[in-house]
C-alpha cells in the first residue's frame, strides 16, 4: 500500500516562496498508472487542488494559482515538490499531497498523505 | 470551473439510522463514451485527512464498508450511509473528475443525535 508525507517548513513569511516535499513509498513515483497531486485545505474550509504532475513532466495546474505554482519530481528519490511564490496569509492552509489513478483520463484521488499545516505570517 | 454544491450543510442523524447527502454539479459530469460519472467521495474524520471512499459514482473503494453507498448520474448524485455507526462522524465531500480544475463540494458535516 502506497504512503505519502510531506515535509517542508511550518511557517513562511509573506511575499515568500512556500516549499513542500512529498516522499513516496510503497511504490514508484514513475509508476505510469499514477499522477502526483497537490491539493490545500484552509483551515476549518474546504479543499482545493493546486496541481497534478506525471512522472515525465505532464502537469495539469489550476488556472487559480497557476501564476504563482511549480511543482517538479524528483524519480531518484521518489520525491516530488511544490513551490509556491509570493504567498500571502490566504495561503495559510493544510497542504496535502495525494495520488491520482490514471487510465486513458486523469481519474480520482485514491490515497492522501497526513498533511502539513503551512502558515504565512511575519 | 465545475462548481459542486452538496447539502445538507450538516446532519445530525441517530445511531443505526439512514444517512444521505446530496452533491450537485454544474455540469455533467458522465462521459458518454465510457458511461461512467466521473464522481468521487471522501470522507474526512477530525484531524485527518480526507480518505476515498467511492469513485464513478457508486464504486465502492476496497476496504471501505459496504452501509457505504454511491448513487446517480449526470449532475446530481447521493452519499447513503445505510446504519451510521459512531465512527462515520466526519465531513463528507465531493469531487468532479471530469475535467481540471478539479473541484470539490462545500462539504456535509455530519453527526450523531
Known amino acids: 500500500q502506497v504512503q505519502l508525507q510531506e515535509s517542508g517548513p511550518g511557517l513562511v513569511k509573506p511575499s515568500e516562496t512556500l516549499s513542500l516535499t512529498c516522499t513516496v513509498s510503497g511504490d514508484s513515483i514513475s509508476n505510469r498508472r499514477y499522477y502526483w497531486v497537490w491539493i490545500r485545505q484552509p483551515p476549518g474550509k474546504g479543499l482545493e487542488w493546486i496541481a497534478s504532475m506525471y512522472y515525465s513532466g505532464s502537469t495539469y495546474y489550476n488556472p487559480s494559482l497557476k501564476s504563482r505554482v511549480t511543482i517538479s519530481v524528483d524519480t531518484s528519490k521518489n520525491q516530488f515538490s511544490l513551490r509556491l511564490s509570493s504567498v500571502t496569509a490566504a495561503d495559510t492552509a493544510v497542504y496535502y499531497c495525494a495520488k491520482q489513478i490514471t487510465g486513458t483520463t486523469l481519474d480520482y484521488f485514491d490515497y492522501w498523505g497526513q498533511g502539513t499545516l503551512v502558515t504565512v505570517s511575519s | 470551473d465545475i462548481v459542486m454544491t452538496q447539502s445538507p450543510d450538516s446532519l445530525a442523524v441517530s445511531l443505526g439510522e439512514r444517512a444521505t447527502v446530496n452533491c450537485k454539479s454544474s455540469q455533467n459530469v458522465l462521459y458518454n463514451s465510457n458511461n461512467q460519472s466521473y464522481l468521487a467521495w471522501y470522507q474526512q474524520r477530525p484531524g485527518q485527512p480526507p480518505k476515498l471512499l467511492i469513485y464513478?459514482?457508486?464504486t465502492r473503494k476496497s476496504g471501505v464498508p459496504d452501509r457505504f453507498s454511491g448513487s446517480g448520474s449526470g449532475t446530481d448524485f447521493t452519499l447513503t450511509i445505510s446504519s451510521l455507526q459512531a465512527e462515520d462522524v466526519a465531513v463528507y465531500y465531493c469531487?468532479?473528475?471530469?475535467?481540471?480544475?478539479?473541484?470539490f463540494g462545500p462539504g456535509t458535516k455530519l453527526e450523531i443525535k
Open positions: 464513478w459514482a457508486s
Open positions: 469531487q468532479q473528475y471530469y475535467g481540471a480544475p478539479y473541484t
